[in-house]
């Protein structure tokens, strides 16, 4: 099976940055990939990796380090358009399995 | 990107009726749709996985005669909830990639709230 840890909450004031780690334990990867929800919404795909390394996309960044089951979202000049869940979700052949979400609130 | 439709949005159905969500991918064919269950401020719980043309697959503890999903179509998947019970309410979404996309990457219906009373 699948397992992923990652903060419950963070909150941040805007224009900061704000990093979310999260650790997996899976049998299968074929990736991590990261996920935006806000309250009442759809889930919306904001980046993965399959290798190791960081990915940027915007004030959005990824990284992934397979050897240590660890990666991380970076979100900078944080907005308050930001404030969401953000979930990190693991690929184990064709599904994806998520981790429990990461609250972030900006702050004025 | 791709557009995943719902329908409906939300629904409050009586204790031991079966409800239907219907998932559609509007611009793009999906043999494959998943299915995800969420409570509130919880994590996204795949329940099953649809086949267009074949029998869903389903995720351990999920029961198949309650949940019964059809993808009769390569832009249809639908979800019954059949006698639905006060403990089957929660936000169903349902998820496809696209067929050129990594299945890394998914497009998701903007969810269905169900409300058994």
């Known amino acids: 099976g699948q397992s992923l840890e990652q903060p419950s909450e963070v909150t941040a004031v805007e224009g900061a940055i704000v990093q979310i780690n999260c650790t997996y334990q899976t049998s299968g990867f074929y990736g991590l990939s990261w996920y935006q929800q806000h309250d009442g919404g759809a889930p919306t795909f904001l980046s993965y990796n399959a290798l190791d390394g960081l990915e940027e996309t915007g004030r959005f960044s990824s990284f992934l380090s397979r050897s240590d089951s660890y990666g991380y979202l970076l979100l900078q000049e944080l907005q308050m358009k930001d404030s969401a869940s953000y979930f990190c979700a693991v690929r184990d052949d064709y599904k994806l399995s998520f981790g429990a979400g990461t609250t972030v609130t900006v702050r004025a | 990107g791709a557009v995943v439709s719902q329908h409906p949005s939300r629904v409050i159905c009586k204790s031991g009726t079966s409800v239907k969500i219907e998932c559609r991918s509007l611009?793009?064919?999906?043999?494959?749709m998943f299915w995800y269950r969420q409570f509130p401020k919880q994590s996204l719980m795949l329940m099953a996985t649809?086949?267009?043309?074949?029998?869903?697959?389903?995720e351990q503890g999920v029961e198949k005669d309650k949940f019964l999903i059809n993808h009769a179509s390569l832009t249809l998947s639908t979800l019954t909830v059949t006698s639905a019970h006060p403990e089957d309410s929660s936000f169903y979404i349902c998820?496809?990639?696209?067929?050129?996309?990594?299945?890394?990457?998914?497009?998701f219906g903007p969810g269905t709230r169900l409300t058994v009373l």
């Open positions: 611009d793009f064919q999906a043999t494959t």
């Open positions: 649809s086949n267009e043309g074949s029998k869903a697959t389903y």
């Open positions: 998820s496809a990639p696209t067929g050129t996309s990594d299945y890394n990457e998914q497009f």
